[in-house]
């Protein structure tokens, strides 16, 4: 099976800063690289396909990058609402494997 | 406007089964491939299993395999997940998700809310 393994598993940050949480797969999973937002008691969020496509919807302050084994998520400009639970996810080959989250905190 | 509810969530003692649905609505559900996604109390994202838009491609994590089944329904527009064998490792909430394949590439794209299941004696 495919690993994927997150870093950092948390960090904190300010409203208006930039970070990014990077993820990286045990074997080349080409551009089959999803990111996931999960708010506290909500439901998971698709936000990028493909490694860089932005789901219809999300806001362009957030933004995918990378192919192969090592993929990044940045958002840009943090709001309020970006303080979350992160996940990456391969849908290169089955079984589907999620990374084990980046949650954002205020800092 | 796309609607995924689970159902069939609940309290079972280990060594049991347990059949979840997810009735969908506001889109055409034979055309997309479904996914159950499960949440362990506190923990991550697991993702359980696949099924294709015609039911004939199904796949599933190496902790459920040879346990649970993914099946549909198209006539009734529902998503199942036949879950046999609990044991108190299963206990989490169990998503289903629609995927699009936008472009050949799979994702989950819209979810429902979620049924809970326990598994204790």
Known sequence: DIQMTQSPSSLSASVGDTVTIT?????????????????PGRVPKLLIFAATTLQFGVPSRFSGN??????????SNLQPEDFATYYCQQTYITPYIFGQGTTLEIK | QAHLVESGGGVVQPGRSLRLSCAASGF???SYAMHWVRQ???KGLEWVSFIS????????ADSV????????DNSKKTLYLQMTSLSAEDTA?????RDPNSYGYSSL?????????SVFS
């Open chain 1, 23 to 39: 993820c990286r797969a045990s074997q080349s999973i080409n551009r089959y690289l999803n990111w996931y937002q999960q708010q």
């Open chain 1, 66 to 75: 990378g192919s192969g084994t090592d993929f990044t998520l940045t958002i």
């Open chain 2, 28 to 30: 055409t559900f034979r």
């Open chain 2, 40 to 42: 362990a109390p506190g």
């Open chain 2, 53 to 60: 838009y015609n039911g004939s491609d199904k796949s599933y």
């Open chain 2, 65 to 72: 395999k040879g346990r649970f089944t993914i099946s549909r």
């Open chain 2, 93 to 97: 909430t169990y998503y289903c998700a």
């Open chain 2, 109 to 117: 794209e819209h979810w429902g809310q979620g049924t809970l299941v």
